[in-house]
């Protein structure tokens, strides 16, 4: 999915960008210049660090509890 029109920025962008340790929208604009433009991207950038971040919660969780089995 394209997050930023200005900077041809999507979702895989922000995901590969989190892997590396982007948590944060300046984290985003300083690698993939997202935000630094028109500013529309920024909500749903925001958004898919969130879900990123939650996920990676979930997951570890779930490995947590399945390595005291």
């Known amino acids: 999915m394209i997050v930023c ?3 041809a920025g ?3 962008d922000i995901v ?3 892997s590396e340790g982007a948590s944060a929208l300046t984290h985003l604009s300083e ?3 997202l935000g630094t433009s028109c500013g529309a991207c920024r909500d749903c ?3 898919c ?3 990123l971040s ?3 919660r979930a997951e570890s969780l779930l490995k947590a509890s399945t390595a005291q089995i």
Do not use: I, M, P, T
């Open 16 to 18: 590969r960008a989190a």
């Open 10 to 12: 999507n979702e895989g």
């Open 45 to 47: 950038a925001v958004d």
């Open 5 to 7: 029109l200005c900077h």
């Open 31 to 33: 690698r993939l210049n």
């Open 49 to 51: 660090l969130e879900k």
């Open 54 to 56: 939650q996920s990676n």
